[in-house]
């Protein structure tokens, strides 16, 4: 989710993206990582199926889904230079 983060950074022009983990007290199945938006709010709706695809991908297709994913959404190598995350 890291990955993902820095896509949605350089697609909204390098505005800090944040990674949360999820706390402990939550059921094992909801725990995970969580990106949150530039406005503290949780990723935007349409951004999940990036979410899933990238989560789905495996060790020998990630490759390959990234490169996809930033044809996608036009993100030019450049893009990635301004890119913010945080914790």
């Not at 060790?59 to 995350?85: D, M, N």
């Amino acid at each position: 989710m890291g990955v993902l983060a820095v896509y949605r950074s350089a697609f909204l022009g390098g505005a800090a993206v944040g990674v949360m983990v999820t706390a402990s007290h939550n059921p094992e199945q909801d725990n995970g990582l969580k990106l949150i938006e530039p406005t503290g709010e949780m990723l935007v709706e349409e951004w999940e199926r990036y979410a899933s695809r990238v989560a789905n991908a495996t060790e020998a297709t990630i490759e390959e889904e990234l490169s996809k994913l930033a044809a996608e959404l036009k993100l030019a190598p450049e893009s990635f230079e301004k890119a913010t995350v945080g914790q």
